[in-house]
Nanobody, 128 residues
Framework: QAQLAESGGGTAQDGDSLRLSCALSGRTFSRYAAAWFRQAPGKEREAVAAIAWSGSTYYTDSVKGRFTISRDDALNKLYLQMNVLKPEDTAVYYC??????????????????????WGQGTQVTVSS
C-alpha cells in the first residue's frame, strides 16, 4: 500500500518562502511521476507543478518563476520550493504520484485523474 505524507506547510507572510516535502513509501517508487496540487476554499483543486518520470517539469502559469518542483529518488521524496509567496497561494497542498509511465505530456501530468496515490494535504496560509 503506497503512502504519501506531506510536511512543511504553515503560515507565511507575503513574499516569504516555504518548502513542502512529500515522503513516498509503501511500495517501490523506482520510476514515477509526481505532482503538487492545491485546493483553496470554495475553489476546485488545481495542479501547481508536476515532474515526469523523465524529469520534465510543468507549472501552472501563476507559479512560474516562483515555485520549483524537485525530487530525490534516493530518499523517495518530492519537494516544492515556494518563493515570493502571495496571499492567493493560500490553500491545502497535496502531493500525488503515479507509477504509470507515459510520454511527457503536461496535459497528462497536470490531470488529477491520472494520480492513484495521494497524501492527506498540508495547509499553506499566506497573509498580506
Amino acid at each position: 500500500q503506497a503512502q504519501l505524507a506531506e510536511s512543511g506547510g504553515g503560515t507565511a507572510q507575503d513574499g516569504d518562502s516555504l518548502r513542502l516535502s512529500c515522503a513516498l513509501s509503501g511500495r517501490t517508487f523506482s520510476r514515477y511521476a509526481a505532482a503538487w496540487f492545491r485546493q483553496a476554499p470554495g475553489k476546485e483543486r488545481e495542479a501547481v507543478a508536476a515532474i515526469a518520470w523523465s524529469g520534465s517539469t510543468y507549472y501552472t502559469d501563476s507559479v512560474k518563476g516562483r515555485f520549483t518542483i524537485s525530487r530525490d529518488d534516493a530518499l523517495n521524496k518530492l519537494y516544492l520550493q515556494m518563493n515570493v509567496l502571495k496571499p492567493e497561494d493560500t490553500a491545502v497542498y497535496y502531493c500525488a504520484a503515479t507509477t504509470v509511465l507515459t510520454i511527457d505530456s503536461s496535459t497528462y501530468y497536470t490531470n488529477d485523474y491520472n494520480y492513484p496515490y495521494w497524501g492527506q494535504g498540508t495547509q499553506v496560509t499566506v497573509s498580506s
